[in-house]
């Protein structure tokens, strides 16, 4: 069975990292790209609905924000799993995600390989149905992931 991922993200260079990286990680998820805030909230409204979700913060029309306050405040999107993919590492914007319900916060790493542990350590997560990231113990866990 194929499990659908919507990619909302407007740089095309961090879209082939990403697929590249979670193509290896788990090639059941058939991902859907959209390049701005304004299509993600389209694409949801749609037929289409994923079963998880990876947005930017910095996009056009709408920002990641606004998308994550859409999803969790429409009742039939609200249940989706969040993950917001940012390059933004600023604490403020790591607290407004995860207090608008996101369920983990990813600083877009450097490479691949980086991408690809992380990508693991949350689709693990989320398939064990465990609860939503905090701050604080994701942190703790994605530095056990590249420091042992």
């Not at 990286?21 to 058939?30: G, I, L, R």
């Not at 390989?113 to 149905?129: F, P, S, Y």
Request: proline fraction near 3%.
């Amino acid at each position: 069975m194929d499990i659908k991922a919507l990619l909302a993200e407007d740089d095309f260079e961090d879209y082939l990292l990403f697929v590249e990286a979670f193509e290896k990680v788990s090639p059941a998820y058939k991902i859907s790209w959209v390049k701005n805030g304004l299509d993600c909230i389209t694409c949801l409204k749609g037929n289409k609905v994923p079963d998880i979700i990876f947005l930017d913060l910095n996009m056009p029309y709408k920002n990641g924000l606004e998308c994550l306050q859409y999803i969790k405040s429409t009742e039939s999107l609200a249940h989706l799993p969040v993950v917001i993919f940012s390059t933004s590492h600023y604490i403020k914007h790591i607290d407004i995600a995860y207090k608008s319900r996101a369920d983990f916060y990813i600083v877009k790493p450097a490479g691949v390989g980086q991408l690809e542990a992380i990508l693991a350590t949350v689709l693990d997560k989320l398939a064990r149905g465990a609860e939503r990231a905090t701050k604080e113990n994701f942190v703790v866990r994605l530095s056990k992931v590249f420091h042992g």
